[in-house]
């Protein structure tokens, strides 16, 4: 069965302690890995798309990164406004249209 | 660019009652997703629309939901007999082909009393 499990649920920095969310999945036939922030009350924002094995994407202090089983998503030197969800979602092969996504990680940065 | 709108932002309705929620994708995008977000769980999928294709309605989860997209762009999803499982944010995405990064509206969110 497909799946995406992310962790932590929630995790607390202080600003500037980097660290690691982790996404990992059960697909058949990966087509793509997305990650996503979602702020309260808004809908998710599109982060980094991630295809094979060995890629890695970088934005800013995120840094997104993809093995056969696994993504993560390094945050460094993280900054207050960095707190928000983090979804991961993969799409599975086939038709192109069955996305699955996590329940997210809520990221807390303390000034 | 204008992004992906929804409208309203807000539902409160009562339960039996019918709601009817939109959705306007980005300019030119040819697919359109329907996703239910629960307090605490993961994006689930509704329904897919690519194009003039024929709707993936997978994901309804019961006959009470449908959704319908006219001329390729603004999307309609309407709850009927309203539940108050049914309370959640529906959020919309769409993209510029079925296999590509979705943009995702704010939402909206559906209280049922």
């Known amino acids: 069965e497909d799946q995406v499990t992310q962790s932590p649920e929630a995790l607390r920095l202080q600003e500037g302690e980097s660290s690691s969310l982790n996404c990992s999945y059960t697909v058949s036939g990966l087509r793509g890995l997305f990650w996503y922030r979602q702020d309260p009350g808004k809908g998710p924002e599109f982060l980094f798309t991630?295809?094979?094995a060995g890629e890695e994407k970088e934005k800013e202090r995120l840094k997104a990164t993809l093995t056969k089983k696994e993504s993560f998503l390094h945050i460094t030197a993280p900054k207050p406004e960095d707190s928000a969800t983090y979804l991961c979602?993969?799409?599975?092969?086939?038709?192109?249209?069955?996305?699955?996504f996590g329940t997210g990680t809520s990221l807390t940065v303390i000034p | 660019g204008a992004g992906v709108s929804q409208s309203p932002s807000n539902k409160v309705t009562e339960k039996g009652k019918d709601v009817e929620l939109r959705c306007d994708p980005i300019s030119g995008h040819t697919a359109l997703y329907w996703y239910r977000q629960s307090l605490g769980q993961g994006l689930e999928f509704l329904i897919y629309?690519?194009?003039?294709?024929?709707?993936?309605k997978s994901g309804l989860p019961s006959d009470r939901f449908s959704a319908e997209r006219t001329g390729g762009s603004v999307s309609t999803l309407t709850i009927q007999r309203t539940q108050q499982e049914d309370s959640a944010v529906y959020l919309c995405?769409?993209?510029?082909?079925?296999?590509?990064?979705?943009?995702f509206g704010p939402g909206t969110r559906l209280t049922v009393l």
């Open positions: 979602a993969v799409q599975a092969g086939g038709t192109g249209n069955q996305f699955y």
């Open positions: 995405a769409s993209s510029s082909v079925a296999a590509d990064t979705q943009y």
């Open positions: 991630l295809y094979s």
């Open positions: 629309f690519q194009g003039n294709s024929a709707p993936d």
